[in-house]
């Protein structure tokens, strides 16, 4: 039977014109895409005609969107922890049940599991992901045989599934504020920071080998001690002193309270006054910070990392997503535990939970895009391009060729203009994808709203989650 993954083809440049396309500016028209055999664009280029020969697109054009947050091991339960188990579930009572999972989970499971989510993910208008991947010892906590099993496990899934990767291996040292010692549910996570900087220097080469980038996530200040992150920070600028750097903050009310205690500083303050941060970094979730933290923290030209499905999930609170822009601050979208994999629901629910905060209607729109999807579309590549360290930024000369073509035939689509037909997409489709193909690097990814390699990789995810449970 011939592999259904894509097998590593020869790179070769192409073209398509697009009647519609969403560049970085603004829609435009008639645009010729062309890139190169390294999968960059070379023209973009609105206004032309159609050259013969060139292969057209069947419907608007979009950018593929850069996931800025993923734990990929968490899709196997996802759905699985909607049931009452304590009088006030919360996001701790979800964390207990998350290391459950997390202690059983074997490498091939992982590959499994990370594959069929980044197939998913394709699928559904994702065409790069930030991996911030905390799973790196057996389930006894010893380090694997190779030290990088699982972060080679989560790059062969990346490949397979012909995704854009940014691997972020994640640096986690403590159970709490003030270096409290880990608790067992942990152990597979655990890393002194010479380890920490071990893998990273292992993971150059495959990383490279695929075209994709490292960087490094200190888990948060509850998991990281200062002295950890200093070092750790130092050790990443030898080896690369523009790589992506991320961090859960201020995701709880518990952990601001917590920060509070320990330094007698809010987290994302503390974070400003006691590390370089700067447009390399990503502050996952951000959710509590109050107007002072606002305002500093966008000024530092950091983005948000705003996963808002999962934030609901969780109970996170509201990010203030005016207070935020007003500052100017950049933000990108991940889908992080997964409880929902699709691009244009994570657009959907940072709107809606703003309308039902602030009883206002399109929250979104900014001063150059009145219609809201469109708005939302562009910040997000733009913020989720920069969190991923990547030229994954869009419809623009040098970036990669990463884009989504809308199904014009999708019933919630049918008969409308370019715009409107993103809108539906984000607005209207019924959970239903609207979309048609999708490229990355130019090599296209899903066809007919599908991946090659769904039936194959759903298979093995579906057998892999079985063995997890009854292990139960
Ligand atoms: C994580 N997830 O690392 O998977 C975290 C939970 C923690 C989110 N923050 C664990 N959504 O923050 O301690
Ligand atoms: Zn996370």
């Keep these: 039977m011939p592999d259904p993954f894509s097998p590593p083809e020869s790179p070769s440049a192409g073209s398509l014109f697009a009647a519609e396309a969403l560049l970085p500016t603004g829609w ?12 960059r664009l070379t023209t973009v280029a ?67 599991i990370a594959t069929w989510l980044y197939v998913e993910m394709l699928e559904a208008g994702y065409t790069s992901v930030c991996e911030f991947h905390y799973l790196h010892h057996d389930a006894d906590g010893r380090p694997y045989a190779d030290d990088a099993e699982l972060a080679l496990a989560l790059l062969r899934a990346a490949r397979r599934a012909g995704i854009g990767l940014t691997l972020l291996p994640v640096l986690y040292q403590a159970s709490g504020f003030g270096g409290t010692p880990p608790s067992d549910g942990q152990r597979r996570f655990i890393r002194a920071t010479d380890s920490m900087l071990r893998l990273l220097d292992r993971l150059r080469a495959p990383c490279e080998a695929q075209g994709a980038r490292p960087g490094l996530a200190p888990h948060s200040l509850r998991a990281v001690p200062p002295d950890g992150l200093r070092e750790a920070l130092a050790g990443l600028d030898a080896i690369d002193a523009t790589a992506p750097i991320h961090i859960h903050i201020a995701e709880q009310i518990a952990e601001v309270d917590a920060c509070l205690a320990w330094s007698g500083q809010r987290p994302v303050a503390w974070l400003l006054d006691h590390a370089p941060v700067d447009a390399r970094w990503c502050l996952v979730h951000a959710t509590h910070m109050d107007a002072g933290e606002y305002r500093r923290a966008a000024a530092s ?36 535990s997964h409880a929902c994999v699709n691009a244009a629901e994570e657009l959907l629910m940072l709107e809606y939970s703003q309308r039902l905060a602030t ?73 239903t994808s609207a979309i048609d193909t999708v490229w990355v690097g130019g090599r296209q990814r899903a066809v007919a709203g599908r991946h090659a390699a769904r039936d194959a990789a759903a298979a093995a995810f579906v057998a892999a989650r079985g063995q997890l449970l009854a292990k139960e």
């Design 301 to 336: 030209g950091a983005v948000a990392g705003l996963c808002p499905t999962t934030e609901a999930n969780l109970g996170d609170g509201l990010f203030d997503f005016d207070a935020w822009r007003a500052a100017g601050g950049r933000w990108g979208v991940g889908s992080d």
């Design 359 to 431: 009883r206002r209607r399109n929250v979104g729109a900014d001063a150059r895009h009145r219609d809201v999807a469109t708005a939302l579309t562009l910040a997000a590549v733009h913020g989720g391009a920069q969190a991923s360290g990547r030229a994954v930024g869009g419809l623009g000369v040098g970036q990669q060729a990463d884009f989504v073509v809308l199904d014009p035939m999708h019933v919630a689509l049918q008969g409308l203009a370019a715009p409107q037909m993103l809108s539906a997409h984000v607005f209207a489709s019924h959970r």
């Design 28 to 39: 435009a028209r008639d645009v010729l895409i062309e890139w190169d055999a390294t999968g």
């Design 46 to 112: 609105s206004g032309r005609q159609p050259a013969h020969g060139t292969p057209r697109a069947s419907g608007p054009v979009l950018p593929g969107m850069p996931n800025l947050h993923s734990h990929a091991f968490q899709r196997a339960f996802a759905g699985l922890t909607e049931f009452r188990g304590a009088a006030q579930d919360s996001f701790w009572s979800w964390r207990t049940l998350m290391y459950r999972f997390a202690s059983r989970i074997a490498p091939e499971q992982v590959e499994a």
